[in-house]
Every structure is written in C-alpha cells, then in structure tokens.
C-alpha cells in the first residue's frame, strides 16, 4: 500500500491522500506509473491492454548444489497458454511461478507445481500481467510508462527490462522539455517491434497443446538449432532468433495441426 495515493484526477488537478489525510497538487504533466490496476489510465480513458495474464510466484528454500539454471514447465496442465518457471534467485531461495490466461484456480494451479517440485512456499505474490501495449499512452499532459502502459513482454510477461527502458525514454523527453507526443513515439520506436513480433509468438502459442509444443521441442532440439539458440537466444529480443529460424520454422510450422484455445 502506498504511503502516499492518488485517488483522482480532475484536469490538472491531482487528489491525493497522504498518510490518511487528503491532499490536491496541481501538476504540469502526470506520469501513470501505476501498474497493470492503472487507475489514471482509467481516469483519464486511455484504449485498454490487448490482454491479461495472470501470474502467480512463491519464494521457497532451494539447494544451491541443484545448480544455476532456470526450469521451464511448457505443460499445458500446468500453465493454460502460458508456462511455469523455477528461477533460482538470492543465496538459499528459488522463485516458482506460473502465469496463465485461465484466472480460475491459479492458488490450486501453484500448489500442484510446488507439490510436484516438493517446495514449501515462504512467501507468495500473484497479480495481472498487461501485455500487447495500449493504442495511445500519452493524451494531453498525461503520459503511461511500465504496466500502466501495458509495456511487458507478451513472450514471457517480464515487464522489468521494457519499463526501464520506457521510463528512461520518458525521462529524456521530459528532461529536455519536449511535447510529451515525443516519448509516444521513441518508446514505440524502441519497443514495438520486439512487443508486435512477441505478441506474434503469444498468439501461435495459445494455439499449441502439449502434442504441439514436444513436437516444436523436438524439432529445436537438433544440434544445428541449438547452436543457433546459444549464439542469437535474447530473452528481451526474441525477433533476431525468430528470423534466423524463420524459413525452417514455417516448414514444420505447416506440418503441425493446430488446435485454437481461447485468451482471456
Ligand atoms: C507473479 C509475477 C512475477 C513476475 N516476474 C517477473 C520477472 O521475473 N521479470 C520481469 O521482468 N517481470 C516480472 N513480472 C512483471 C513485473 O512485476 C511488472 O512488469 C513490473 O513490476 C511493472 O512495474 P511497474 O513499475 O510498471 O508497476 P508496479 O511494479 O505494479 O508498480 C506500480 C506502483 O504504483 C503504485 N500505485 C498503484 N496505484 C496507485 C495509486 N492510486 N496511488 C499511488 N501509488 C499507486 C503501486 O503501489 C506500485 O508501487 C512479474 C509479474 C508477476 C505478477
């Protein structure tokens, strides 16, 4: 819970409540920076986020000796449309999570994993994950930057590294005294292409089921495309592989039968 909330927006006028008391500051320029709830998104009725996922992650002990990588569960009975991570984190502790496009029974969904990793959750946070960024994140004075904007990763729904740099591009702009129009179109120019081209990838995997993904994983697993992952993979640019694979990937593509699953 903030110290400080904003709790409306009239004009330029912001109402706040500090510590319980209440508050007004007028502002020359309002930064939503207010996650994937944003309020002044909605204050101010800015387009919505194409989509929603659903994340949910424990912290639990994790024996260091099981060694520095990150485990991926593409299982679709895991993780509707989306998949489950074990990320070893600080000294002693590994994050376990999953995201999904099924809001229903997500708890469930995380106790099932960490029964099957046999962890005991310390500490768990869950919470919506915007992805497929808003048509417009500026309007007048009022700019969107982070989830509030709907900026993550469609890929993997980490929303960290594109925030930063959004954020940074907002800095510049405001720093420099520039019309606001500007971090619209920097951080577009920045950022859409990998956003588009992930959105592509979410798209093409909420369609697959588990026959599909082993299949793809299969056909990945092939010395020549594991060389070409270990040297283009980029977890924040996935687009630079995707074309490297692009004409051996639409040839398997094609051989594959597609079931549709719904987004949320
Ligand atoms: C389970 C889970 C795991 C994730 N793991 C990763 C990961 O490994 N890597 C990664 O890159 N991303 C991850 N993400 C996504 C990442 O957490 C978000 O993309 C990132 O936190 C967005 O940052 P933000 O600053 O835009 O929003 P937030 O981190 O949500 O911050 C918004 C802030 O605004 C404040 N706020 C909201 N409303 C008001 C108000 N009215 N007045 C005042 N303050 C307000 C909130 O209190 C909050 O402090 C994960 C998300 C989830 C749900």
Redesign the pocket.
């Known amino acids: ?2 110290l ?4 409306f927006l009239e004009d330029r006028t912001l109402f706040l409540e500090r510590e319980g008391r209440p508050l007004k500051v007028r502002a020359g320029i309002i930064v939503g ?7 002044v998104a909605r204050w101010v009725g800015f387009p919505p986020p194409s989509r929603y996922l659903l ?3 424990a912290i639990v002990p994790y024996d260091p000796e099981r060694g520095d990588f990150i485990e991926i569960f593409l299982d679709q009975g895991i993780a509707p449309g989306f998949f489950a991570w074990v ?1 070893p984190a600080e000294e002693g502790v590994a ?1 376990v ?1 999953l ?1 999904t496009h099924e809001a229903r029974g997500i708890r469930y969904r995380l106790k099932k994993l960490l029964e099957k990793l046999n962890s005991q959750p310390i500490k768990v ?5 915007p992805i497929g960024a808003r048509a417009r994140t500026v309007k007048g004075r009022v700019a969107l ?4 904007a709907a900026q ?1 990763k469609p890929t ?6 594109p ?1 930063i740099v959004a954020a940074k591009v907002l800095g510049e702009v405001l720093c420099g005294d520039h019309p606001l129009s500007l971090y619209e179109r920097r951080w577009r120019s920045r950022l859409s292409h990998e956003l588009r081209m992930g959105m592509m990838i979410r798209r093409i995997a909420e369609r697959l089921g588990d026959r599909e993904i082993s299949y793809i994983l299969a056909f990945l697993g092939r010395k020549k495309f594991l060389r070409m992952i270990g040297r283009l993979g980029d977890i924040d640019h996935p687009s630079v592989l995707l074309k490297a694979l692009s004409r051996d990937w639409w040839e398997m593509w094609k051989s594959l039968k597609l079931r549709r699953r719904p987004a949320l």
């Open positions: 819970m903030p400080t909330r904003a709790c920076a207010d996650g994937s709830g944003s309020e994340g949910i992650q990320v994050r999570g995201a946070r869950s919470g919506f994950i930057v982070g989830d509030a993550a993997t729904g980490g929303g960290l590294y925030g």
